[in-house]
């Protein structure tokens, strides 16, 4: 009886003396500029009680969201995110007295122009009662990178699979197979990893003067892909 974990296990197709096959692994690994950065931006509030802390949470929540927009095309997504109103219970005394209420909102802005990123990202953390955070640097998942590095990986396979057949003194004949990595035994999906690196900004602004802007330097994406690819070959005269 076959185990179960043979029985996953794809067969390997093995060459014949007339048609020998050679099995390679095709990688590229390239390293770009990002195309996009993401902002969080959290607003917060406080009142005495529940309206007064929901009407000063609705302004400071407007006077964001319009300043993110007036950047206008430079500004690809802007998402408004998780929103709380919570009381705050006093420490002291007998029975559940509230004591002030707390307003927050989470807003998500995607930013295509990293001069406009570093000016907006100053503007929004020189407001009152507001928390920045970021910046995010990625690639769009339709980015050329990655068709780039898939077919870089598949010209270092046939490549490989190349020189090893010069090695025997013949040449490659046909492709057989040509497969992404684990694409015959995929795993179940894990999650991305987050790109790009992250700053966190919290100010209380006090003074009217207006913040120079700061001067962000974009991260380096790197991108990769890996192919496995079999080729058949001319009989060699060993």
Not at 59 to 66: C, F, P
Not at 68 to 90: C, H, M, Q, T
Not at 104 to 110: G, N, Q, S
Request: glycine share 6%; aromatic share 4%; proline share 7%.
């Amino acid at each position: 009886m076959t185990a179960p974990s043979e029985e996953l296990q794809p067969a390997v197709p093995y060459g014949t003396p007339d048609a020998p096959r050679i099995a390679v692994r095709g990688e590229a690994r390239l390293e770009v500029d990002p195309e996009i950065a993401r902002i969080g931006v959290t607003v917060v509030s406080r009142g005495k009680d529940r309206r007064a802390a929901l009407d000063d949470l609705t302004r400071r929540n407007a006077a964001v969201l319009d300043l993110v927009k007036s950047y206008g095309d430079a500004v690809e997504r802007l998402e408004s995110g998780s929103f709380s109103i919570s009381p705050e219970l006093k420490e002291k005394g007998r029975g559940e007295r509230i004591h002030a209420y707390h307003g927050r909102v989470r807003i998500t802005a995607e930013l295509n122009d990293f001069t406009a990123l570093g000016e907006l990202t100053t503007r929004l953390a020189d407001l009152d009662l507001t928390r920045v955070d970021g910046p995010w640097w990625a690639l769009r998942p339709d980015s050329p990178a990655h068709r780039e590095a898939r077919q870089q990986a598949v010209r270092e396979a046939v490549q490989r699979a190349r020189e090893y057949a010069q090695a025997l003194g013949t040449s490659l004949a046909a492709l057989v197979e040509l497969a992404d990595i684990g694409a015959e035994n995929p795993q179940p999906f894990a999650g991305a990893a987050p790109a790009g690196r992250m700053r966190s900004m919290a100010y209380d602004a006090t003074e009217d003067a207006a913040a120079a802007p700061l001067d962000l330097e974009p991260q380096r994406q790197h991108v990769s892909a890996q192919v496995n690819a079999r080729f058949t070959m001319a009989p060699p005269r060993l």
